[in-house]
């Protein structure tokens, strides 16, 4: 039996249990997910640009995606808000999302900035989180970011990261600097939302965040939420 998506501002409270997913079902979402992520690593050498979501007359989203993609990776979300009427912004000064947190946030603050956007709403996917809450909470005293929603993203870090074999994936870990420090920030999570699966294939631990609307959706895997129509509906729905 699936559990239908949950918000709630205190997830920890009032719950149903919800029954541990089986090694087979994790089995078959990994590879799925997997297959996903190489699919829209492919798609990226597509022809669509990023000045074909730049029209619209609602408040403008930034996306965020996260360590190893491009914005193509954010494409589902992507078309979904720009059909609302909202203009869509990229930061191809990211790439492919490698460099520290705060680095990532400080060209994130400067894009707005330069383009002078305001009432911003962030849409972020893993690593993304992370750099739109340090934005919020560090580097926008401004307040230009009005909220964020944020899908699959490590807040409380990840047990993998402690096996990864490079410094930018090492840095997942609930132990290190940036991200304990981010976990002290309570203030900005009542303006963040997180959309997060029941399982996760690279946070095992899950992506809720004390103090935000946590989202939790009966899909599994970490890429293939992106696509997934339930994801898009709770993305619509946080932005309204």
Known sequence: ???????TT????GRRSVPP???RRRTAWAVR????AVRWQVRSLGPT???DYLDGDRPPVVVVPGVYETWHFMRPLMDALHDRGHPVHVLPVLRHNLRPVPASAAELVRY???HDLRDVLIVAHSKGGLIGKYAMASLDPEHRIDRMVAVSTPFGGSSLARLAPVPHLRVFRAADPVLAAMGRELEVNARITSVYGVFDTLI???SELAGATNVRLPIGGHFRILGDPRARDAVLAATD
């Open 10 to 13: 205190h997830p920890a409270r």
């Open 49 to 51: 640009t990023a000045d």
């Open 33 to 36: 997910d997997w297959c996903y």
């Open 1 to 7: 039996m699936t559990e239908p998506a949950t918000p």
């Open 21 to 23: 997913v089986g090694l």
């Open 112 to 114: 707005l900035e330069e």
């Open 204 to 206: 095992p631990e899950g």
